[in-house]
């Protein structure tokens, strides 16, 4: 992986200097698969081998390292182990050597949360930025058109504490989730050089058949958020139409023609089309934001507060603040420095629940939302008004329904597609005829994603429609409840604290990487962030019966 000038590139167990002969692998009491393990060490105590002719170790152990000195002609340079990484400077200039001898060893994947060591020049850490860029970005989507309609029935103050209460708690259930990616490298159970996906936590942590059950809430959380936006996008379309297409035909036609415009452009020409159109929803966004602020009537925004209703926005509040997919490619892409993703959480979690709190205040302190009386849809009210601003909401809610649906579309397009080729792959030599061999070429050269995109589109369409025609109305804010209360809370409420507990459990009795303890709080954390997640889905399954 490339990096920044300062960055070293990162091996997960063993490392090799070609250039002088230098061989080295580091272990923490054997903790990694294949390193051999430190006679008669402590706990925690990192050992080098290396060729005597080039480094020797010196210790004693200083906290999670030893310093290595490196002999050359020239000069003696030396480094201390940190975090399981193992660099050399040169001392003469404070420089790293040239690459080649610029080598790191991820011997405990970071696992004690130490910084890299500070090297001149390094103020401004660009993949960390690009990692708050990233998980900011991935946050904000086609949720925030439902946050209103979930604040007006408990008002302003209490939707705003609910709302911070959910991002601390999915902010620390992020941190679990770090956890246990960092216990698995540093056991060894994680592939090398991939990243460490949630379904291999969960089949490290539950087996084979809790993995696959897993799997199973998280289709079902693809699928609810899907239905989500192909739901709430009729109704939008035919608000910009004026009436002329149904909400049912609206959603026909966009399905339709986004599955045309992924057929012209391919994967790649949409997905640079859905970047750019994001820039312009989040620029609208900021917009609105900026003017409606100055329309705001403090004394609408705060008429209304039920502190008693809170709970039951926790759905739609937990659908919008997660951003927990794409863990593992941060873990991976900072090099699993536990600082440095918890910083871009925190930040990258941040900006958009500041962007939140302005984007309720606008809502349900603007006159536009007043005038509908119950506050059933803030948001719908103003785009109904016929103003001129509410023309401009219509747009923007297009542009956020329509850039999540097609990012969410294609991401979970890729999965069905992996799950067919897998299933497909064995197969094959049982189609030896000339028809087989013609199948098998259609299957390689497009057929297969059709077939993944119609798996994706039709079954949320055909659902949403049959709900339409039964009268049932549209099942935006619904489905969007469902991913969150069940998908969000499952995934990332209650697993992430079980496999932490089940971690930390087995590796003590293994006496592997016991100090591996990334989240402070203990166990009360973990039974907090359980207990949160529990209640969330107990609370929405017993609101069907009550």
Not at 27 to 44: D, E, F, V
Not at 249 to 271: C, H, M, N, P, S
Request: glycine share 10%.
């Amino acid at each position: 992986m490339s990096c920044s000038t300062n960055m070293l590139t990162t091996h997960r167990s063993m490392f090799r200097m070609n250039s002088s002969g230098l061989r080295a692998v580091a272990t923490r009491a054997g903790g990694i698969r294949g390193a051999r393990p430190y006679p008669n060490s402590s706990r925690g105590l990192l050992r080098v081998w290396a060729n005597d002719d080039y480094t020797k170790p010196s210790g004693p152990a200083r906290a999670h390292g030893v310093t290595v000195r490196r002999r050359t002609e020239s000069r003696t340079t030396s480094e201390h182990i940190s975090a399981g990484f193992v660099r050399f400077r040169d001392p003469y200039n404070g420089k790293f050597p040239a690459r080649g001898e610029q080598q790191t060893v991820n011997a405990i994947a970071a696992a004690a949360g130490q910084p890299e060591p500070a090297t001149a020049g390094s103020f401004f850490d660009a993949k960390l930025f690009s990692m708050i860029v990233l998980i900011a970005g991935t946050t904000i989507g086609g949720g925030t058109l439902s946050l209103p309609a979930a604040a007006s029935a408990p008002g302003f103050f209490p939707s705003a504490a609910a709302l911070l209460t959910c991002f601390m708690v999915l902010f620390l259930e992020g941190c679990l989730m770090v956890e246990v990616t960092v216990r698995m490298k540093a056991e060894g159970s994680a592939r090398e050089g991939e990243p460490v996906s949630f379904e291999q936590m969960a089949e490290r942590t539950l087996g084979k058949i809790g993995g696959n059950a897993i799997g199973l809430v998280y289709q079902f959380y693809s699928y609810a958020s899907i239905l989500a936006y192909v739901a709430a996008v009729g109704e939008i379309v035919s608000l910009l139409v004026k009436g002329a297409l149904t909400s049912a035909q609206g959603q026909v036609a966009t399905v339709f023609t986004i599955w045309a415009v992924i057929l012209f452009l391919g994967k790649r020409g949409i997905e640079s089309v859905n970047e750019k159109l994001n820039y312009v929803f989040l620029a609208l966004m900021a917009t609105i934001i900026i003017v409606g602020l100055g329309q705001v009537n403090p004394g609408v925004m705060a008429a209304h507060a039920s502190w008693v209703k809170a709970p039951a926005a926790a759905g739609i509040l937990l659908f919008n603040v997660v951003f927990h997919d794409i863990v593992p490619l941060v873990c991976q892409y900072l090099d699993y420095n536990v600082k440095k993703i918890n910083t871009a959480f925190f930040l990258g979690g941040g900006i958009p629940l500041v962007a939140y709190l302005l984007w309720i205040a606008v809502a349900l302190g603007s006159s536009a939302a007043a005038a509908g009386g119950a506050f059933v849809d803030p948001m719908m009210e103003i785009m109904r008004s016929g103003s001129a601003q509410g023309k401009v909401v219509q747009v923007w809610a297009l542009l956020a329904i329509g850039t999540s649906f097609i990012g969410c579309g294609m991401a979970q397009a890729e999965y069905e597609a992996s799950l067919m080729r897998q299933f497909m792959e064995p197969r094959w030599k049982n189609f030896t005829s000339e028809v087989g061999k013609k199948m098998k070429s259609l299957w390689e050269n497009g057929l297969l994603d059709q077939l993944s995109y119609a798996s994706v589109l039709l079954p949320p369409l055909a659902v949403s429609l049959m709900f339409l025609a039964l009268g049932h109305g549209s099942l935006a804010y619904k489905a969007a409840d469902l991913a969150g209360a069940y998908g969000v809370s499952i995934l990332y409420g209650i697993l992430p604290p079980v496999m932490a507990f089940i971690l930390r459990r087995q590796q003590a009795e293994k006496k592997i990487a016991t100090d591996v303890s990334t989240t402070p709080g203990g166990p009360v954390l973990l039974l907090v962030c359980f207990l949160f997640g529990m209640g969330v889905t107990v609370r929405e399954t017993l609101s069907y019966f009550v």
